[in-house]
């Protein structure tokens, strides 16, 4: 007896349904991989939390190790892994890398640890005002950083000019000169004091405006709202005092506010005969006047201040986007910087 397949069906026939266990059996593979499918998901975020939990005291500690060695750098690349590995308190990897790129006091770096601590004052928005007047205040000091790397670079640049007006003056005078100065490559190609002067004046304006700005990160209310000790309180003082004197230098040593005194001269008398002629109203009109003027040249003062602020920060994103195309990428490591004192919440 020979075994007979059953006929094949009609073309364009559906094929039968399965019945009873088999259906259940279908239901059960379909909801099974619905299931997997969905949570697969959530799956994948609580490994990825766990394995960045566990690796967060690792690298902290990492990182530490190469603070305190001295490896800023190093420091700077390690904290810049917690940017990721950091969900409970972002705004530590931000400030930690900052503070450790700040350290190297390189030029390009300092942009990146600016860039760093902004956005760890951002991230810390709902922090204390002790923790957010860490950030501020390393904030401030990276600014004065690149400040008194602008200013060391005026200054070279101020001597080279005075060499190159030295030489022409004694070339042009018949005495004997030093014909480096003028030739310092060997091929001909003379300095132009004009470029020279205008380079001079450009970075100390660079150094003014960086200085002016970290004094108005330092007046922001932060610090102000925490419980400083008197110690800290003087040391804040300080630095605003010694920030104004770098102004004060910085601007005095600019070419075009050099020569100036017979005019400031001539405003020192102008300004006394306004003060003979208040005198003249009485005392207490004068005591009035002077409280008002003086409140006028502080308003003017901080005025002038977020002036100069701004145009700091806009200098700072002209020189990034020039060494974007230049270079096509970040300046300084790519990476945020690190707490300048090694751990998670000092300032340097």
Do not use: F
């Not at 950083?145 to 070279?156: E, K």
Request: proline residues 6%; charged residues 30%.
């Amino acid at each position: 007896m020979t075994w007979t397949p059953p006929p094949a069906p009609p073309p364009g026939a559906r094929a039968p349904r399965p019945t009873g266990a088999a259906a259940l059996r279908a239901a059960r593979l379909r909801r099974r991989r619905w299931w997997l499918l969905g949570t697969l998901p959530v799956v994948l975020v609580l490994l990825v939390l766990g394995v960045t939990l566990a690796l967060r005291a690792p690298v902290a500690s990492l990182a530490k190790d190469r603070y305190d060695a001295g490896d800023t750098e190093g420091a700077a690349s390690a904290y810049g892994l917690q940017r990721t590995l950091n969900l409970v308190e972002p705004w530590k990897a931000h400030y930690n890398h900052g503070t450790a790129l700040a350290r190297t006091e390189d030029s390009w770096s300092l942009y990146d640890a600016i860039r760093s601590l902004d956005r760890a004052y951002d991230l810390a928005e709902n922090e204390s005002p002790e923790e957010r007047c860490m950030i501020q205040t390393n904030l401030s000091l990276t600014y004065e950083i690149q400040g008194d790397g602008d200013m060391a670079y005026a200054d070279r640049k101020a001597a080279e000019l005075a060499l190159v007006e030295e030489a022409i003056a004694a070339r042009d005078a018949g005495r004997s000169y030093d014909e480096d100065v003028l030739d310092p490559y060997g091929d001909g190609t003379e300095p132009d004091p004009d470029e020279l002067r205008q380079d001079v004046q450009d970075w100390y304006e660079y150094a003014e405006q960086e200085y002016a700005t970290a004094e108005q990160i330092r007046g922001w209310p932060d610090c102000g709202e925490s419980e400083q000790t008197p110690e800290q309180q003087e040391q804040d003082a300080a630095a605003r005092q010694r920030l104004q004197g770098k102004q004060q230098q910085a601007q005095d040593s600019q070419p075009e506010n050099q020569g100036g005194g017979d005019t400031q001269e001539g405003e020192g008398e102008g300004s006394e005969g306004d003060e003979q002629s208040d005198a003249s109203g009485g005392e207490g009109s004068e005591g009035e006047d002077q409280q008002s003027q003086a409140e006028r040249e502080e308003q003017q003062r901080q005025e002038q201040l977020e002036q100069q602020g701004s145009e700091a920060r806009d200098e700072q994103e002209r020189l990034e986007q020039e060494y974007r195309d230049l270079y096509g990428d970040e300046p300084g490591t790519g990476t945020d910087p690190g707490d300048s004192s090694g751990g998670g919440t000092k300032n340097w």
